[in-house]
């Protein structure tokens, strides 16, 4: 059973940084792209944004709206994914996600995609 597990959430004033962590727990037999979606305060899940994608070979994509500040980059002996977030703004406040869009827990298995449990980012002074 594939799951997500994240760390790195937290309080920070704007301008200030965090990094996000999320590592696959449990057996994964196949995937590829891993990454973040954000959900912000009063938004349903319908409306979670892209942050960052990255794929197994270490192509990235960005929201708009984080390009220039975040970074993604991943671990594939570990089955992890970072997100180093730099210049932060009020405006990244939310609920940050891990996200894979689709793995196989086990060979002969359908693939699908898999979300974390969510972590909390507030950036306020």
């Known amino acids: 059973q594939v799951q997500l597990v994240e760390s790195g959430g937290g309080l920070v004033q704007p301008g200030g940084s965090l990094r996000l962590s999320c590592a696959i727990s449990?057996?994964?037999?196949?995937?590829?792209?891993m990454g973040w979606y954000r959900q912000a305060p009063q938004a349903d899940e319908n409306q979670r944004e892209l942050?960052?994608?990255?794929?197994?070979?270490?192509?990235?994509n960005y929201g708009n709206s984080v390009k220039g500040r975040f970074t993604i980059s991943r671990d594939n002996t570990q089955n992890a994914v970072y997100l180093q977030m730099n210049g932060l703004k009020p405006e990244d406040t939310g609920v940050y996600y891990c996200?894979?869009?689709?793995?196989?827990?086990?060979?002969?298995?359908?693939?699908?995609?898999?979300w974390g449990q969510g972590t909390q980012v507030t950036v306020s002074s």
């Open positions: 449990g057996s994964v037999f196949s995937f590829n792209s």
């Open positions: 996200y894979i869009p689709w793995a196989i827990g086990n060979k002969g298995d359908e693939s699908k995609e898999y």
């Open positions: 942050v960052a994608l990255i794929t197994k070979g270490g192509s990235s």
